[in-house]
């Protein structure tokens, strides 16, 4: 098993999910987009599509979404195990045919609800639980997508598709991500963000082991 982990920006690295692999001796690879402009060819089993400011549309900007999106389809077929985080999640959808579109801009703590799901890794997530949200776009199901998790204000919040999974949601948050986050926000904002942070954090790491251990299980 080997991980390889495409990066759109320097702020949105692997997080806690790093602190897993490290932990386990998982053997994973950053593949910094922001750096090369172009997907490089890699010997790894599993695949996981950081977030990023840019939009999943914006390919004439950034060519390299486009070479993405094939990737994604050529790994769904193959098999390979595919987790998605925010513009990952909407990397997935659309390379899978569905709509990606501007929608509420959202920051700071949300509300998620689990859907009535049978098996895999949701099973053992509560039914409501808190997840950092930071995001201005949302996408539609893909054809045959299996949504997982809601929101109130954006319903579309984790979906599943064979062996893909999509997370609008940064389960990977640190502290020091976070910080780096909502430097840039009004303080009163940012201020609210620190106060709900430390037992919604604690949550969040406890579920984002639960989904590395998963996406790591096979």
Same mark, same amino acid.
């Given at each position: 098993m080997k991980i390889a982990a495409f990066q759109h920006t320097s702020s949105e690295p692997l997080g806690f999910f790093k602190s897993f692999f490290t932990e386990k001796n998982i053997p994973f690879e950053y593949i910094r987009l922001y750096e090369t402009n172009e997907v490089p060819k890699t010997d790894a089993t599993h695949f996981i599509f950081l977030g990023g400011s840019m939009s999943v549309n914006d390919e004439l900007e950034y060519p390299f979404l486009k070479e993405e999106k094939e990737f994604i389809r050529r790994a769904v077929k193959n098999k390979n195990r595919i987790l998605g985080i925010c513009l990952g999640a909407q990397l997935i959808a659309s390379a899978l045919g569905a709509n990606v579109y501007k929608y509420i801009q959202e920051t700071g703590w949300r509300q998620i609800l689990l859907e009535p799901v049978q098996g895999g890794v949701f099973s053992t997530f509560p039914d409501r639980f808190f997840a950092f949200q930071l995001h201005g776009e949302t996408f539609d199901l893909p054809f045959r997508g299996k949504l997982l998790c809601s929101g109130k204000r954006v319903k579309n919040q984790a979906f599943l598709y064979k062996n893909?999974?999509?997370?609008?949601?940064?389960?990977?948050?640190?502290?020091?991500?976070? $910080?780096?986050? %909502?430097?840039?926000?009004?303080? !009163?904002? $940012?201020?609210? %963000?620190?106060?709900?942070?430390? !037992?919604?954090?604690a949550e969040s790491n406890r579920l984002c082991h639960l989904v590395a251990e998963d996406f790591t299980s096979q």
């Open positions: 893909a999974l999509g997370l609008q949601f940064h389960l990977e948050l640190t502290e020091e991500i976070l $910080r780096d986050w %909502i430097r840039d926000l009004r303080r !009163p904002q $940012r201020e609210k %963000i620190l106060r709900e942070t430390p !037992p919604y954090l």
